[in-house]
């Protein structure tokens, strides 16, 4: 007999199932009563053969899998469309697929039956559907081919778009969830192809493209199924947050803003994968960036939200290899700043550029890529205003800041915020907010340049330092009369102190780069 501590069977854990489905169907459906009975028997006599069935007998368990006795009554049940029992029937098949018990031909099988329920079933079969695609697609990935892949996938798209709230938040929480293995799957699998590619020209001594026609990106990702995969379905993803016709998942709509997050979800996730790999830098060059520049014009709060986050990870991620489009990303944020813009659209912008500014790295990273390879050594500025993109975001805040002139004498308070708009992902509307919200939202991301600016300045390495000259010249211009406004116009205690901190660091800066101009200022 097996020991008391050996796994359970697949009988153990299916036979209440059986047995209830047995029970069920009575005399209105004798071909399932029996058809339990009759997986019963099967899996007994398996598990008699195979030492009782446990889980770590492969032959075992390829015998379940392959045995049509076994998944006749679920189907029979789901063909019944009676709800008791096609939920029961879901579950059970569940198990089976957590099992792996069930083959490819039969999970293409049942995949018809999940597409038919996610689209027209009860709220509780639909939750069972889901339950079971999330099960099939977090199986064995590598196992499954592309039309079993992109099956549950649609599975799952369907009923984030159902009419019970409940089922939409668990089928977007598993899309997100099976989106990430998906992606993780394909950056193993691609380090390891890539690898043995290495390996195998090294051993014959010649390089790639030596003996016939070099492949394209495309081509090469073929032969790394889960790549492909993956690749197909950013680009749909893509497509379907706009509105066009996706080419790999059969679906016609997709909400934007959860396309959006799900697209950002990815370029998050996957910096390494997405910059290195050709294929998927041409598609972002394409396809995500078109899609950015497209929906940030003119959108409501729900949609500004995602598109600044997406552009968040953008510029954090790819601005080494997204140079133009990054540029133009950051200088649409800045112009975001107008006064004719509403006031969460402002704190939406300055949002974006306080995170940016509070990255000293980062900072430092977009002076060196832009504005210091326009730098102009022996006249010390900067030569036209063309990718100059530090300096277009300090006087993009300088100039905001001038434009609190006309507010109330004395009125400019220090607010402390809570949950940024950025994060409000559940709003449909955009939050009642006040002049004090973005009035520290501008001094905190002119504070953050200060701070990077200190940081290069205190490195001690002499590049930090040139670096930290640059971007002094660059700021001070615009930097040092916002404070001076900001000054003039506040009473309140928090926001005084703050202000002159920010005199204080720069003045240190300066002196320590030697800098006589913006300390006489």
Same mark, same amino acid.
């Given at each position: 007999m097996a020991s008391a501590d050996a796994p359970k069977g697949i009988l153990s854990v299916l036979q209440p199932d059986l047995?209830?489905?047995?029970?069920?169907?009575r005399r209105k459906h004798e071909g399932i009563k029996e058809a339990a009975e009759r997986a019963i028997e099967r899996l007994r006599r398996l598990e008699e053969r195979h030492k009782f069935g446990v889980d770590q007998n492969s032959e075992y368990i390829a015998a379940v899998a392959e045995s049509p006795e076994i998944l006749q009554p679920f189907t029979l049940a789901l063909d019944s469309k009676v709800d008791k029992m096609v939920a029961l029937a879901m579950g059970s098949i569940q198990k089976l697929v957590a099992h792996k018990a069930v083959s490819l031909p039969n999970i293409k099988k049942l995949l018809r039956y999940l597409k038919a329920y996610a689209a027209h079933g009860s709220d509780s079969v639909q939750l069972k559907t889901l339950q079971v695609a999330v099960a099939i697609l977090t199986s064995d990935m590598k196992k499954m081919d592309q039309v079993a892949l992109t099956a549950s996938l649609e599975v799952c798209f369907r009923l984030q778009a159902c009419k019970n709230q409940g089922i939409r938040n668990t089928a977007a929480a598993a899309l997100r969830q099976v989106?990430?293995?998906?992606?993780?799957?394909?950056?193993?699998?691609?380090?390891?192809?890539?690898?043995?590619?290495?390996?195998?020209?090294?051993?014959?001594?010649?390089?790639?493209?030596?003996?016939?026609?070099?492949?394209?990106?495309?081509?090469?990702?073929?032969k790394v199924p889960s790549m492909?995969?993956?690749?197909?379905?950013?680009?749909?993803?893509?497509?379907?947050t706009v509105g066009d016709m996706p080419a790999w998942i059969r679906m016609e709509q997709l909400d934007p803003n959860f396309g959006l997050e799900l697209i950002e979800a990815v370029l998050a996730a996957q910096p390494q994968l997405l910059s290195t790999t050709p294929a998927f830098l041409e598609l972002?060059?394409?396809?995500?960036?078109?899609?950015?520049v497209q929906l940030l014009k003119g959108s409501k709060f729900p949609t500004l939200i995602r598109v600044q986050r997406t552009i968040l990870v953008l510029v954090r991620h790819y601005s080494g290899v997204l140079v133009a489009e990054c540029e133009m990303y950051l200088t649409a944020t800045a112009r975001l700043l107008g006064d004719r813009k509403e006031l969460w659209v402002?704190?939406? &912008?300055?949002?974006?550029?306080?995170?940016?500014?509070?990255? @000293?790295?980062? !900072?430092?990273? =977009?002076?060196?890529?832009?504005? %210091?390879?326009?730098?102009?050594?022996?006249?010390?500025?900067?030569?036209g205003e063309e990718a100059n993109l530090f300096f277009v975001i300090i006087a993009a805040l300088g100039v905001y800041v001038q434009t609190m002139y006309g507010w109330d004498e004395k009125g400019l308070k220090y607010f402390?915020?809570?949950?940024?708009?950025?994060?409000?992902?559940?709003?449909?509307?955009?939050p009642v907010l006040t002049d004090r919200y973005v009035v520290t939202l501008a001094l905190e991301s002119l504070l953050g340049c200060v701070n990077s600016i200190e940081v290069f300045c205190d490195s001690g390495k002499e590049s930090d330092k040139e670096l930290a000259v640059v971007m002094s010249q660059l700021a001070w211009p615009?930097?040092?009369?916002?404070?001076?406004?900001?000054?003039?116009?506040?009473?309140?205690?928090?926001?005084?102190? &703050?202000?002159?901190?920010?005199?204080?660091?720069?003045?240190? @800066?300066?002196? !320590?780069?030697? =800098?006589?101009?913006?300390?006489? %200022?």
């Open positions: 047995r209830a489905l047995a029970l069920g169907a989106i990430s293995m998906m992606f993780d799957t394909a950056a193993g699998d691609w380090a390891a192809y890539k690898q043995a590619q290495g390996s195998a020209e090294g051993k014959a001594g010649e390089g790639a493209g030596a003996g016939g026609k070099e492949m394209s990106g495309e081509e090469e990702m073929k492909w995969g993956a690749y197909q379905l950013l680009r749909d993803l893509c497509c379907l972002l060059r394409d396809r995500v960036c078109p899609l950015v402002q704190a939406v &912008a300055l949002e974006s550029l306080r995170e940016l500014s509070n990255s @000293s790295q980062l !900072m430092g990273q =977009l002076c060196q890529r832009y504005d %210091m390879t326009r730098q102009d050594k022996s006249k010390g500025v900067v030569e402390k915020y809570h949950v940024r708009c950025l994060d409000q992902l559940a709003a449909t509307e955009p615009s930097m040092l009369p916002a404070f001076e406004m900001l000054l003039a116009r506040t009473d309140d205690e928090e926001l005084v102190h &703050a202000i002159l901190q920010g005199y204080q660091s720069f003045t240190h @800066s300066c002196g !320590m780069l030697g =800098l006589q101009t913006p300390r006489g %200022m």
